[in-house]
């Protein structure tokens, strides 16, 4: 039985963001149960920090990890995390409303969002056809993230700052003792104080072998792909497209398009895979609303994008565990969120103060607490 301060369950995103926030100050010990890192939603992302996406809450997050995408710690990586990309929400004639009004609420938050007109939106990308283009809401400040980097990133500063991660080590069992948790994996038992449930889509499943309540997690399927750019014209500048229903997205990606439905159906958690039908849908309503024909698919893929009720992420203690902290339900935003929710994971853990990103946004630890209102509201209903 190998004891630490605090067991991590799930080398994602989620459980690299914390371990490399927590290993300055305390024993850290990740538990993976695939043999690479990142294979489940860490690594089927689309990639981009988008300020104004998600609520209140989610957008405070991620504007708090802001200043961590643009200038990391000394070290974190040798090529910038961040590439201009800009995205674009384009309208129909009857979309035109309710764009206008999403406009308003979003310049509260990101200034710099603007208005473009059919003008601008075919300047920017002619392939649209104008009348799926009437007029749009664009982002110039929506970024391209180097998810790989930032991963790696965190694990590698964690490992170096004594962190230890072991893959192929699947929690099996979890079961409490005196002074914390025993767990017990494919490469062994352990013990801590703390235990960190960063397993994804995976997380309602561990707190269930733990004798924990859940929090409602539901795992919901995104499939995309990439396909080849249109011959004859430089999409590579173009920003990420989306239509007013968030029917579909596109965005160039290393010289191919990326291109997804923005499905988001309800499954188990699962090695994920993506359907024929999806991806069918996905051509049918780009090729409506643009003169792309998309004649070959690339690579097609499908990840897991993990919500609670009021798609708000949870970080924070259970009310009814002590030392079974969750770090759960990250959605569609867990890696434009990572920094500052690795961060507060930290600080909650270790009894500290708000990191100073996230006092600045307004935000209070209770919008993401395991016993919040919103979720107990979701589990009965
Ligand atoms: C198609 C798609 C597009 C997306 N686009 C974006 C985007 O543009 N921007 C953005 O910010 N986010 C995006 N997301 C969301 C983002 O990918 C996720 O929110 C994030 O990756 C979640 O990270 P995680 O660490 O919680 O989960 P995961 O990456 O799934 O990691 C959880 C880990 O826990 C491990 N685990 C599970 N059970 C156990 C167990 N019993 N024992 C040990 N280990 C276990 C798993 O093996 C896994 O490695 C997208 C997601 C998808 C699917």
């Known amino acids: 039985m190998q004891t630490t301060d605090v067991l991590i369950i799930g080398a994602g995103m989620a ?3 914390a371990a490399y926030f927590l290993a300055p100050h305390c024993r850290v ?8 890192p990142g294979y489940h939603a860490t690594g089927r992302s689309a990639a981009m920090y988008v300020e104004t996406y998600g609520n209140a809450t989610v957008r405070a997050i991620t504007g708090a990890s802001r200043s961590f995408f643009f200038n990391p710690p000394a070290g974190f990586a040798d090529h910038p995390l961040v590439v201009e990309r800009g995205a674009l929400i384009a309208g129909a004639a009857a979309d035109q409303d309710a ?15 603007q208005w473009w007109t059919q003008a601008d939106i075919l300047q ?15 982002e110039p400040e929506a970024m391209d993230l180097d998810v790989h980097a930032i991963h790696q990133g965190f694990l590698r500063g964690a490992k170096a700052a004594g962190a230890q ?20 994996t494919a490469a062994g038992d352990f013990a801590a104080a703390v235990l960190v449930n960063a397993a994804g889509a995976w997380c309602d499943q561990l707190a269930q072998l733990a004798g924990v309540a859940a929090v409602g997690l539901q795992p919901r399927r995104r499939t995309a792909f990439t396909c080849d750019a249109p ?15 968030e029917s579909f997205y596109f965005k160039p990606d290393a010289g191919l398009l990326l291109m997804s439905p923005a499905n988001q159906d309800p499954v188990a958690a699962q090695d994920v895979q993506p359907e024929e039908l999806d991806v069918a849908i996905a051509v049918d309503r780009i090729e409506t609303a643009t003169t792309l024909r998309i004649r ?9 994008r993990s919500f609670v009720a009021d798609k708000t992420p949870v970080a924070g203690f259970s009310p009814d565990a002590p030392g079974f902290f969750w770090l759960a339900g990250q959605g569609g935003y867990g890696i434009q969120t990572a ?30 607490a395991a016993g919040r209102s919103g979720l107990l509201a979701g589990l009965s209903g």
């Open 124 to 138: 920017r990308v002619p392939v649209l056809h104008p009348e799926f283009a009437v007029g749009g809401i664009f």
């Open 296 to 304: 070959q698919v690339r690579r097609k893929w499908a990840g897991l």
């Open 165 to 184: 991660l072991r893959c192929d080590a699947g929690v099996s069992q979890i079961s409490r003792s005196a002074d914390g948790w025993r767990v017990a």
């Open 99 to 113: 764009l206008r009004a999403t406009w308003h609420d979003m310049r509260r938050q990101v200034p710099s969002v």
């Open 15 to 17: 459980g690299a963001s």
């Open 339 to 368: 920094p500052a929710l690795g961060e507060l994971t930290a600080t909650l853990v270790l009894g500290r103060p708000l990191p100073p990103s996230l006092a600045a946004q307004g935000f209070c630890a209770v919008e993401v």
């Open 231 to 245: 011959a004859g014209c430089d999409s590579s500048a173009w920003p990420l497209v989306m239509d007013a229903q």
């Open 29 to 36: 010990l990740v538990l993976e149960r695939e043999s690479q």
